[in-house]
């Protein structure tokens, strides 16, 4: 059986597309994330071969201050791609024509402007939908032709880890047609990295594997203890040599206190993009590097398709690897900071903080507590929280615990359940922690 996307959410994206055709330059506002990147790609994409014009600007986050960047635009016709859900009331003011399609927790539902978002219709967009779903959907809507541009909403879905339990909701629907149309293909996934052992076993923080992460010594070892020629590639491994390798990562994983349905998520189904001949997850981190390095041009035009700007990206994405996997080896050395309710480090000094918020959470951290993470390098300060899905069954709900907590201290914060952000003033930073341990206690307490 085929699945459907709601009828609602058709009438929203034809409403949509009739929007944009009548203007002939679209300003468009997106996430810097992957995600974000793919969502802005696929619009630009889709605006270039209409023969519109058009301009993207990537944000950090939506905050007052970009929302004031969003008002002052000369632009009549404006696209927000990732973002947008908690300033829906806010862009309702606005004068222009304004297409939202985000994925976020909804505040509010628009009264004038054009806003889609999974939610809205009984979908989790934390899971089963992403701000690239949602652009891609959009996009064929303007036109069927542009189903060729799943392949880069797959990168959005692996940036925002969709497709880890599975693909679900209207990311189902994007790998049903992207087979279908020949684009996309799915396979099955390994804990060992994929491309040159000693060089990915060393890069590797998915998993962050304890002692081989970051450590060259460590992962000669590795090979050596599961009986490998050191120079294999992955793909050149026997199916013994591959089941050896894997368990031997999967004991080490185990070791560090990383849980099964942690491992069962590294080792989830690939999806390979045919015309485009890489993995999602390879043009997802591209994206990714691009658009966290402040290159969000070179990222679109990446996203695009632009063979040259992938391959600098992937260059920018092997340098970020390197820094992130040894900032990852410093953050295991120094350990997490333990509240009662959380655990949390500081990554003032290297950046990184939602990725190494992700990695410390499902990889040596408590499992049983949220992970948060904090960068004081910047006013205000950043902050990222991650949860596992059994915190959830427990009644942790990230995205208003982080909205409260930031709120409370004068700051903002929101985001999905299991993962959240905020920024808070940095004098507020242990006023911060302690009223977060009692809003998650109370999330906690009134579960049970
Ligand atoms: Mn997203």
């Known amino acids: 059986m085929e699945t459907e996307v709601p009828s609602k959410l058709l009438t929203t994206l034809s409403h949509a597309a009739d929007i944009v055709r009548g203007h002939d330059f679209i300003q468009i506002y997106s996430h810097y994330d ?37 008002r002052s635009t000369k632009a009549d016709c404006i696209i927000i791609t990732d973002l947008g859900a908690s300033y829906i009331d806010q862009l309702d003011a606005m004068k222009q024509d304004i297409v939202v399609l985000d994925h976020h927790t909804i505040i509010s539902e628009a009264q004038r402007i054009c806003y889609a978002n999974p939610h809205l219709y009984g979908i989790d967009g934390m899971t089963s939908g992403c701000g690239a779903t949602m652009a891609l959907l959009f996009s064929v809507t303007m036109n069927e032709r542009n189903w060729d541009l799943v392949q880069v909403a797959f990168a959005g879905i692996a940036g925002d880890r969709q497709h880890i339990n599975g693909l679900s909701g209207l990311n189902t629907y994007l790998l049903e047609q992207g087979k279908k149309r020949g684009f996309v ?27 081989v992460s970051g450590n060259e010594a460590g992962v000669a ?44 998520e590294i080792a989830r189904n690939r999806y390979y993009l045919k015309g485009l001949g890489m993995d999602a ?50 953050l295991d050395r120094k350990g997490l900071n333990q509240r009662k309710h959380f655990q949390w480090f500081d990554s003032s000094d290297s950046g990184f903080t939602g ?94």
Not at 188 to 206: E, K, R, Y
Not at 305 to 326: H, P, Y
Request: with cysteine; hydrophobic share 35%; charged share 25%.
């Open 185 to 211: 293909e799915e396979m099955p996934g390994s804990l060992i990295p994929a491309g040159d052992l000693m060089t990915q076993l060393f890069l590797t923080t998915d998993p962050y594997i304890r002692g």
């Open 281 to 330: 997850e390879y043009l997802s981190s591209v994206l990714n590097s691009c658009g966290r390095s402040g290159f969000g041009g070179m990222g679109i035009s990446a996203g695009m398709g632009d063979r040259k700007s992938i391959e600098l990206g992937a260059n920018l994405m092997k340098d970020s690897d390197k820094d992130l996997v040894l900032n990852m080896v410093e």
């Open 34 to 70: 992957a995600d974000g990147v793919s969502a802005a790609s696929i619009i630009a994409q889709t605006l270039l071969r209409e023969g519109k014009e058009f301009r993207a600007t990537l944000f950090t986050t939506l905050n007052d201050y970009n929302m004031d960047i969003i």
């Open 355 to 448: 990725m190494l918020c992700g990695i410390s959470m499902q990889c040596i951290g408590d499992p049983n507590k949220p992970t948060i993470g904090m960068n004081r390098s910047k006013e205000p300060v950043n902050l990222s929280s991650r949860g596992m899905w059994c915190q959830l069954d427990k009644g942790i709900d990230l995205a208003v615990a982080m909205r409260e907590a930031c709120n409370t201290v004068g700051g903002d914060g929101g985001g999905h359940r299991i993962a959240a952000g905020g920024s808070i003033p940095s004098e507020k930073v242990e006023e911060f922690l302690d009223v977060l341990d009692g809003i998650l206690e109370k999330q906690l307490s009134s579960s049970m």
């Open 221 to 264: 070892k590795l090979l050596d203890d599961a009986g490998i020629d050191r120079g294999k590639s992955y793909m050149d491994l026997t199916d013994d040599e591959r089941r050896k390798l894997s368990s031997l990562i999967a004991v080490r994983l185990t070791q560090q206190g990383m849980l099964e349905q942690s491992m069962n």
